[in-house]
Each structure stands twice: as C-alpha cells, then as structure tokens.
C-alpha cells in the first residue's frame, strides 16, 4: 500500500520540504507516504474561482488513479482521534489498496473531489495554511502508525 498525499501547490518553504520529509521518511515501505505536488491554477482579482477550482480538482483527480481509496481533507469531514486515525490506517493497510489523501488550493476542494472521496477527514475546526497541512498529516500518519506497532513515539 501507499499513501499519496495529493496537494495544490508546489515551491513550499524549506521549513515544510523539511519537516514532511523527516515524517515521511520514517514510515515503513509497507506504507509508504509519496507526496504529489498539483499546480495551483493562477488567480487574479477577477478571475473565476470555481472554474480555477474545479480544474484543480481535475488534475488532483487524474494522479489519485483509478483504484486508490480518496480521502477527502475538508473542514466538513469526521475530525478523527490519533486512536481513529491508527483504526483507519490498520483498515487501509489490511484492504492493500492505494490511498489518496486530497489537499485542496486556497479555496479548498472541488465538488468532483468530495464526490469520488470515500471518507472525509477534518484535521481541526481550526484553519491551517496549506503548507503546514503537510507537515501535520505526515506527523499523525507516523503517529497513527507508531500506535499500531507499539513504537515508543507514540506516547
């Protein structure tokens, strides 16, 4: 299985680059986090928005593939313990599949998006940048796996 955390935006701080990596890399190939970086479509004063967006969702779309199990990161989704969060990560594990984790732009997910996520995942009632979104995924994913296998991290 793999974890394809599928994000808007590319050219992040160095701070960012460094701290999802540091996460990323600790997982087991067995589960193994790939960050697949979207193009954010370009945004002027007067631009259309929900067009902008909807082709956002088009590309993040076209690099989940076809069997990949989606989940939606929304503030609308099931704000999940780090306990839930190690139940779903055992699930995915078990079911073999790919699993896309769908980070949107700015102004957030495409309705095609939402529509082909099977689950839909709140981070926080709290906004975060996008950069930081990164770094916290990669952290709970490690947390989350960290729990499963009784590794002292997770305390």
């Known amino acids: 299985m793999q974890l394809n955390l599928v ?12 701290g999802y990596g540091d996460y990323a890399r600790r997982l087991p190939r067995e589960c193994a986090l790939v960050l697949r970086e979207i193009a954010p479509g370009r945004r002027t004063r007067h631009c259309d928005t929900r067009r902008i967006v909807a082709d956002e969702g088009q590309r993040m779309l076209a690099a ?4 990949a199990h989606v989940v939606a ?13 190690a139940d779903a990560l055992a699930r995915w594990l078990r079911e073999g599949r790919d699993i896309a984790l769908l980070v949107g732009g700015p102004d957030g997910l495409s309705d095609a998006c939402r ?21 916290i ?5 490690y947390r989350a796996w ?3 296998n009784n590794h002292p991290y997770h305390r």
């Not at 995924?137 to 994913?141: G, I, K, S, T």
């Open 115 to 135: 529509q082909r996520a099977a689950e839909s995942w709140s981070l926080s009632r709290l906004t975060f940048p996008h950069p930081l979104v990164r770094v």
């Open 146 to 148: 960290s729990l499963l």
């Open 73 to 85: 990161l929304d503030m609308g989704g099931k704000a999940w313990s780090t306990r839930e969060l």
């Open 7 to 18: 994000c808007v935006g590319e050219r992040m701080p160095s701070w960012v680059n460094e």
């Open 64 to 67: 989940v593939g076809g069997n």
């Open 137 to 141: 995924v990669a952290e709970q994913l």
